[in-house]
């Protein structure tokens, strides 16, 4: 076997998020789906930008986020996303290697600029996103290191990549390099729309390739079409050896090798942003995995991530999620 050398590869949309303050009458006039993701054109994205109040732009995507989280830990990450050799392709390689994580996946030098996603943060702490995907989308099978996926202990997918076919190409040799490698393989179902779109290319995947699924409430009920949670839990249990399934303020409920256990969501002072919740829960969660801890503890972890990320503006962490680990008595 490969020696392990990575607790976590990440593959996702390579992104650099422009967030700021906003009213739902912005988000009305401007046609934003309150607290969902919309893909935009360049154009569009041109336009929105300008509208949009003071804010800040810093490095993102899901999966990058996921990655910096680990990283943040204490974990060692990997990340493949696509981005163009411009200013903002610039701006995302620096911070993510910045934090330790392995990116080596070259730019772009012709085609679409780098993805940038506008974050309309209203102040009930919900985002709304407006998302131009750029050269995110043309992530291809060639980009990929098989090497240190083989020596990944857990080889982690973002669902919004699973559209343009060069990219699920990628995601199809990654699960196949991991699960050669006898390591694990995860996927997070991202958002409804997703689901939506690709519903039984979803199933077949958590089905016949994942090991641990990653989703919310409503990506649950949406992948499984059903109205209940109990019911789209039983059918989890039936399919996935491990599933987190996050329920915002009631937490989260882990099915680990047929068991359930429900976990308490981490009390926070005051929700600032929403942003990056489920990603930095994934974090939490995917170290404690790598790193052989229990179900509990895996995601006692995510619960603990999940409330630093929205407790200030961002989806990345603001202070070391290692020392909040120690702080809280949780073991790394």
């Known amino acids: 076997m490969t020696e392990l050398k990575y607790d976590v590869a990440g593959l996702g949309n390579a992104i650099v998020d422009v967030i700021a303050d906003a009213d739902d009458a912005f988000l009305t006039a401007n046609g934003i789906q ?7 054109d360049d154009d569009r994205a ?8 003071p804010g800040m732009e810093v490095s993102g995507g899901s ?24 200013q903002l392709g610039e701006v995302f390689a620096h911070d993510i290697k910045s934090l330790g994580v392995k990116f080596d996946c070259a730019p772009a030098t012709s085609g679409p600029s780098t993805a940038r996603c506008l974050i309309s943060v209203t102040p009930d702490g919900q985002r709304s996103m407006s998302t131009f995907l750029g050269a995110a989308q043309n992530l291809a099978p060639g980009d990929l290191d098989l090497e240190v996926i083989s020596a990944s202990a857990i080889t982690y997918m973002e669902g919004y990549l699973w ?6 190409e990628a995601f199809l040799l990654a699960a196949k390099t991991a699960r050669a490698a006898d390591r694990i393989v995860s996927l997070s179902l991202s958002d409804s729309f997703c689901v939506e779109r690709y519903r039984e290319e979803f199933k077949r995947l958590v089905r016949d390739e994942i090991d641990l699924l990653f989703a919310n409430e409503a990506e649950i009920l949406s992948l499984y079409e059903v109205d209940l949670f109990d019911e789209a839990l039983t059918r989890v249990k039936a399919e996935c050896k491990f599933a987190a399934l996050t329920r915002s303020e009631a937490g989260s409920v882990i099915v680990a090798n047929g068991e359930v256990h429900v976990i308490d969501a981490a009390k926070v002072a005051k929700v600032v942003d929403t942003t990056g919740a489920g990603d930095l829960y994934a974090a939490g969660f995917l170290y404690g995995l790598a790193r052989g801890k229990d179900p509990v503890t895996c995601g006692r972890l995510g619960s603990m991530a999940a409330a630093e990320a929205i407790s200030h503006y961002g ?3 603001l202070v070391s999620l290692a020392e909040l680990a120690r702080e809280q008595g949780l073991p790394l």
């Open 46 to 53: 041109t336009a929105l930008y300008a509208r949009m109040g």
């Open 34 to 40: 309150k607290g969902g993701m919309t893909l935009i």
């Open 315 to 317: 989806a990345r962490p």
């Open 163 to 168: 559209d343009p076919p060069q990219a699920k």
């Open 63 to 86: 999966g990058a986020n996921t990655i910096a989280g680990v990283a943040s830990l204490g974990g060692k990450g990997a990340f493949f996303g696509k981005v163009k050799k411009d």
